[in-house]
């Protein structure tokens, strides 16, 4: 997994124009610094393309919606002419759908008889 890899997976998602859309110079350090985010919380052994590209594209659409500036504040609660948010008291910048791929990821355990 390089920053390659991880680039052409997400030119090939549906649903990563944030991502496309951006300038190429600002590709790399974007993937940079979901694979440190990620490394530091898991190790680089359980990162894949995919599971960067999420993490990618989740931290694109928190800084559109600028909700990931309220989560990085410690914010719970936010509201705005008329709309409100709730965020669920976790301050995690890690993706939910990263989490439960690395989650599921993980060796099973049984007995061999």
């Known amino acids: 997994m390089d920053f390659v890899s991880v680039d052409a997976y997400l030119n090939k998602l549906h649903g990563a124009d944030l991502y496309t859309q951006l300038a190429q110079e600002n590709k790399e350090p974007l993937v940079f610094t979901a694979t440190e985010l990620l490394t530091d919380e898991f190790g680089v052994d359980k990162l894949t393309d995919r599971i960067v590209s999420l993490q990618v594209l989740y931290m694109l659409e928190g800084e559109q919606q600028g909700y990931a500036m309220l989560k990085r504040q410690g914010i719970t609660q936010y509201a705005n002419k008329g709309v409100s948010a709730t965020f669920n008291g976790s301050t995690s910048d890690i993706a ?14 049984g007995r061999l008889i």
Do not use: F, N, Q, Y
């Not at 939910?96 to 355990?109: F, H």
């Open 96 to 109: 939910p759908s990263v989490l439960g791929l690395i989650k599921t990821s993980g060796a099973r355990v």
